[in-house]
């Protein structure tokens, strides 16, 4: 606060942001289901050493089946402690934590209080039916209040990376429009007006009639389109280059070619 009483731009924000605070809900903030990184507790002890050298998290919720019958949470020093006593011979099961279950209506600052008294880090949040809807962090609520934390584990990821052969990685939560620009390919007035908002991951489920598999491509907007990376079903990047101009209707070639 300044001396005249008046609040700096920093304390405004944050003031703001406690305000709005109290109405967020735990749905706003998850990680959705298709994203939760989980151990099956039927995975072997090699799969379970694997996923946890190629997932850099603190603990892991583990399921039973499918990830709406989680079971615990795996706190992975504690596992990891337990497989050099043990070896092989380690069961997850007796080193589960307890999960905590919460409803996607509920707020985070009625949340916040009762995680940090159990010393929860994780809960899980379902929906109207019991299903998994996806989890919420320790660090989504506070990154909600007080702005983005930055840890030395986070990675910055490149919406547009062009590679050594010409090609582009592209985010597919990029924007099409945004790519266009980039790569220099010109587009009259009412295809931007068609395009709109549209994200690149959006444009390639719509021009196939059903869900692509990685290397599918197709041509749109004088671009080729290659799934280069997917994560179950959902398309995280995609290969594009620019080539010459083709009628504005998607062509398709690959797993999905009719």
């Not at 109290?22 to 002890?45: A, H, K, P, W, Y």
């Not at 949340?111 to 962090?137: E, F, H, Q």
């Not at 598999?213 to 398309?235: C, N, P, W």
């Amino acid at each position: 606060m300044t001396e005249d009483g008046v609040l700096d731009e920093e304390q405004g924000e944050l003031i703001s942001s406690a305000l709005q605070f109290r109405d967020v809900t735990v749905e706003s903030i998850l990680t959705s289901r298709m994203d939760i990184d989980g151990i099956d507790i039927n995975m072997s002890q090699e799969e379970v050493l694997r996923f946890i050298r190629n997932h850099n998290h603190s603990r892991l919720p583990v399921y039973e089946g499918t990830v709406d019958n989680i079971i615990g949470i795996l706190q992975i020093k504690k596992y990891i402690r337990a497989y050099i006593r043990m070896g092989k011979a380690v069961s997850i099961k007796p080193l589960l934590d307890d999960a905590y279950f919460v409803h996607q209506s509920t707020k985070i600052s009625d949340l916040l209080p009762v995680m940090s008294k159990r010393k929860l880090n994780i809960a899980v949040v379902t929906d109207n039916y019991g299903g998994t809807l996806g989890i919420v962090t320790i660090e989504d609520i506070l990154e909600e209040l007080v702005g983005e934390i930055w840890d030395e584990d986070d990675r910055v990821i490149e919406n547009i990376v062009r590679l050594p052969d010409g090609t582009y990685s592209v985010n597919a939560e990029e924007h099409l429009i945004d790519v266009l620009d980039e790569l220099n390919v010109k587009y009259t007035d009412e295809q931007e007006a068609e395009i709109g908002n549209k994200l690149m991951g959006e444009l390639t489920y719509e021009a196939f009639t059903e869900i692509p598999k990685e290397k599918d491509s197709f041509t749109a907007y004088g671009l080729e389109i290659t799934v280069q990376k997917m994560v179950h079903h959902r398309i995280t990047r995609l290969l594009v280059k620019k080539v010459e101009p083709v009628p504005n209707v998607p062509q398709m070639k690959g797993g999905n070619e009719p």
